[in-house]
C-alpha cells in the first residue's frame, strides 16, 4: 500500500509539472478545472501501473531483467496516458524520441548504480572471507 502511494504521488506531481510546462506554450488551454481532473486521473492510473510494476523488484531475478521489464512497463505506460493527457505531440517524432531517451537515461543510470552496488557488496564479501581464511 505504501508503494501505491508513493508511486501516485510521485506520477501526480509529475503530471502536474509537465501540466505547467505545456500551459507555458498556451496558458488558457491547460488549467481549466476540466483539464486537472483529467490530469489527476491520468496520473493515479501512471502512479498506480507503475506501483504493479515495482513488484517486480521483491523477485529474485537478475537485476538487468527486473529493470527491462520495469522499463516495458513504465515507458509503454506514459506513452499511452501520455498521448491521452496530451502530455507530448505524436505528430512531432522528436517528442516522442526524448520520451524514450529521457527514460532510457534515468534507467540506465539505475542499472549502472545497481550494478556498481553489487559489485561493491561481492568485493566486500570476498574479502571478509579472506580475512577469515586467515
Not at 501501473?49 to 527486473?66: G, P
Not at 493527457?85 to 517528442?95: E, I
Request: charged letters at 15%; aromatic letters at 18%.
Amino acid at each position: 500500500m505504501k508503494n501505491l502511494i508513493q508511486s501516485i504521488s510521485i506520477s501526480l506531481c509529475s503530471s502536474y509539472f509537465i501540466i505547467m510546462l505545456i500551459s507555458l506554450k498556451s496558458p488558457h488551454d491547460y488549467w481549466f478545472s476540466e483539464t486537472i481532473v483529467n490530469q489527476f486521473f491520468y496520473a493515479v492510473i501512471l502512479g498506480t501501473v507503475i506501483a504493479v510494476a515495482n513488484q517486480l523488484y521483491k523477485l529474485d531475478w537478475s537485476m538487468f531483467v527486473v529493470l527491462l521489464i520495469h522499463y516495458a512497463i513504465t515507458v509503454t505506460s506514459v506513452f499511452i496516458i501520455g498521448y491521452y493527457g496530451s502530455w507530448f505531440d505524436l505528430d512531432n517524432g522528436k517528442s516522442v524520441f526524448l520520451l524514450y531517451a529521457r527514460a532510457s537515461v534515468i534507467y540506465l543510470i539505475v542499472w549502472l548504480y545497481y550494478y556498481t552496488e553489487e559489485k561493491r557488496a561481492i568485493r566486500k564479501m570476498n574479502s571478509q572471507l579472506q580475512h577469515r581464511g586467515e
